[in-house]
């Protein structure tokens, strides 16, 4: 793989590294564009390289230096999933990645990789319904228990409290924006604390943050301090509502650990999924920033209508405020989801819901076209409903996520479905 990522000491941007980095054209006939490696196995020049290929990958020694792995089977590694693979890497500025299936099968083989019976993880609350079943239902069967911290501008200090209090404390979980609410955890703030503990016990503790409503783009977790970014590929990154997969960002010493894993559980993506994120990446940045653009306007549109009561978007943060302090400091730009609350309760959302015509009724987000859907029924449906109100899910809320089409038609949209 070609890895130029550099010319003399200007560093390449990660919207550049998008349409060629990672990628030899040589080893392709030439294609400018990767092709699809569809294949299962791969075939050694000599016994002696497929023997060398076979120690490294199951770490009998290590990577001499430039020495670079062969390709082995698909389940091990795969050209698309390595040309992605660096790219995304580039993209967080992190040393390592790996493509996954889904975004929970990343989540749950980073947890079963770098977790043991008896370690515990505080997460930030609410978390995506998927994340939430795996620490509430399937790791407490393996002695691992998670511990939830509503998130606030106080998340830092009362995991600090708690990890302290409790002991054991090996992996803080953060998901920020919150969703549906847009709540923000300081990512800087919860990293530090993680150094501290891991000096206190001894034992790594790993700061884990799933980036999926702001970056790679918006938000870029590793410079604040984390140590790896979980992504559900599915959303932004894939951006066109047309496959299901994840990725994880990180150091090569902690990459290598759920590499190990992925090859064992069998949770990488597959090469066509691969192929598919490449071709999504060359856009991922235009189409972010139009996003959050025509998100930014839907936004201050939705402040100013009487019977919206509420509109919660990270650029109608008050100014002054903590929670602004916080976006300010670890985001590059709001993104492109809102949540807002309608006067009328479930029956006036569930109206005008039924009223869009350009954004469509369905759930999942960050593709190219705009969806709205109501947390309460349907995305947050198993929240227990003593706790929907912590987390501002009430029946007159509706979130959207904002596409890529003409700004016009969206207000249009918008405002149609509002006045009926
Ligand atoms: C969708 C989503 C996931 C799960 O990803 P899948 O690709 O559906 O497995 C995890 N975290 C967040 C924040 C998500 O939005």
């Given at each position: 793989m070609k890895k130029k990522h550099s010319r003399g000491d200007h560093e390449f941007n990660p919207e550049t590294l998008a349409l060629g980095y990672g990628y030899d054209p040589a080893l392709s006939e030439g294609a400018v564009k990767p092709p699809v490696f569809l294949t299962s196995t791969f075939q050694f020049d000599s016994a002696q390289h497929g023997k060398e290929f076979f120690e490294i990958a199951y770490g009998l020694r290590e990577k001499e230096p430039g020495e670079v792995p062969g390709l082995i089977y698909s389940r091990l590694n795969n050209p698309n999933l390595q040309i992605f693979e660096q790219r995304m890497a580039a993209w967080d500025r992190t040393e390592a990645a790996a493509a996954f299936a889904s975004g929970m099968a990343a989540i749950s083989t980073t947890c079963l990789a770098l977790l043991r019976p008896g370690d515990k993880v505080l997460t930030s609350a609410p978390i995506y319904g998927g994340t939430h079943f795996l620490f509430e239902h399937i790791l407490p069967r393996y002695g691992i228990e998670a511990i939830q911290v509503p998130t606030s501008v106080n998340t830092p200090t009362l995991m600090g409290q708690l990890a302290r209090e409790l002991g054991g404390v090996r992996m803080l979980f953060l998901e920020t924006p919150a969703n549906p609410s847009n709540a923000m955890v300081d990512i800087a703030a919860v990293s530090a604390l993680a150094r501290q503990l891991s000096k206190e016990s001894g034992e790594k503790v790993i700061t884990a943050v799933?980036?999926?409503?702001?970056?790679?783009?918006?938000?870029?977790?590793?410079?604040?301090?984390?140590?790896?970014?979980?992504?559900?590929?599915?959303?932004?990154?894939?951006?066109?509502?047309?496959?299901?997969?994840?990725?994880?960002?990180?150091?090569?010493a902690l990459m290598k650990e759920i590499l190990t894993f992925r090859t064992i559980l069998g949770t990488m993506a597959a090469p066509f999924t691969?192929?598919?994120?490449?071709?999504?990446?060359?856009?991922?940045?235009?189409?972010?920033?139009?996003?959050s653009k025509n998100a930014q306007a839907l936004a201050k549109l939705l402040a100013a209508q009487p019977q919206v009561r509420r509109v919660n978007y990270p650029t109608l943060l008050p100014e002054g405020s903590q929670e602004r302090a916080i976006y300010e400091a670890q985001c590059t730009g709001p993104g492109s989801l809102i949540s807002f609350e309608i006067e009328g309760g479930e029956a006036a959302a569930f109206a005008m819901l039924d009223r869009f015509e350009v954004f469509r009724l369905a759930v999942s987000l960050g593709g190219t076209e705009s969806l709205v859907e109501h947390p309460m029924t349907m995305t947050h449906a198993d929240v227990p409903p003593e706790q929907l109100e912590a987390i501002g899910?009430?029946?007159?809320?509706?979130?959207m996520s904002v596409g890529i089409e003409h700004l016009s038609d969206l207000q249009r949209d918008l405002l149609h479905a509002l006045e009926g």
């Open positions: 799933d980036n999926t409503f702001l970056g790679p783009v918006f938000q870029r977790p590793a410079a604040c301090g984390a140590d790896l970014i979980i992504y559900s590929a599915t959303k932004f990154i894939g951006g066109h509502s047309d496959l299901i997969a994840g990725v994880v960002t990180g150091s090569e691969g192929w598919m994120l490449l071709r999504s990446l060359e856009t991922l940045s235009i189409r972010m920033r139009r996003q899910v009430t029946p007159g809320l509706i979130r």
